[in-house]
């Protein structure tokens, strides 16, 4: 079936150093995409979203690219801090009825 | 106020027990959701409510008994849960988003309450 996935698991940079975090996902009608931070003991935080119609958004520190071509998104995050060390999810919402969330990559900030 | 709570944020319960998980949000939002995770798994929707009525159940046991008696307030009725039942429950709101006849707007997650069904 049509999914959302990761490419990487586990993902760990120097304090200072951008990161970017991927997700691929197959399903071709979706139409809004979101990246969720979870850090320990907490619900997901939302960071930044994207439409469909749209190949690039950027927030504070952060970027979200979407290449519909390839069904792939990424999370650029400039200047990594040790306060952004958590697992962070994508998700894809399709219609009114489905949101699905990505399988997770754990981003480690070594100071 | 941008806070949703969860209450309570931990509950052990015996198989044959009867409780109920609450979630409240203060901030006018019309969609509220509920969300299982496992350990290290992604969150995995269960319910949705928009405008106070049930839109969307993600083929849930019966054992989950969702209610939504207003706008600020979601509950999660538990019942004869099994061990594999056990993990973190997460309520979100949203915004319903204008022209849509769905919801998930940008959510806002509660805390989560850690669920052990012994």
């Known amino acids: 079936g049509e999914s959302v996935g990761l490419h990487l698991p586990t993902l760990s940079v120097q304090e200072g150093d951008n990161s970017i975090i991927n997700c691929a996902y197959s399903n071709s009608a979706s139409d809004y995409f979101i990246w969720y931070k979870q850090e320990s003991g907490k619900g997901p935080q939302f960071i930044i979203d994207?439409?469909?119609?749209?190949d690039k958004r950027q927030g504070q520190r952060v970027t979200v690219l979407l290449n519909k071509t390839v069904k792939h998104l990424s999370l650029q995050i400039a200047a990594t801090q040790p306060g952004d060390s958590a697992v962070y999810f994508c998700a894809e919402k399709f219609g009114n009825n489905d949101m699905r969330f990505g399988a997770g990559t754990r981003l480690t900030v070594k100071p | 106020d941008t806070e949703v709570t969860q209450t309570p944020k931990h509950l052990v319960m015996g198989m044959t027990n009867k409780k109920s998980l609450k979630c409240e949000q203060h901030m006018g939002h019309r969609a509220m959701y509920w969300y299982k995770q496992k350990a290290k798994k992604p969150p995995e929707l269960m319910f949705v409510y928009s405008y106070e009525k049930l839109s969307i159940n993600e083929s849930v046991p019966s054992r989950f008994s969702p209610e939504c008696p207003n706008s600020s307030l979601l509950n999660l009725h538990l019942h004869a849960l099994q061990p594999e039942d056990s993990a973190l429950y997460l309520c979100a709101s949203s915004q319903v988003p204008t022209g849509s006849g769905g919801a998930f707007g940008e959510q806002y997650f509660g805390p989560g309450t850690r669920l052990t069904v012994t």
């Open positions: 994207i439409r469909s119609n749209m």
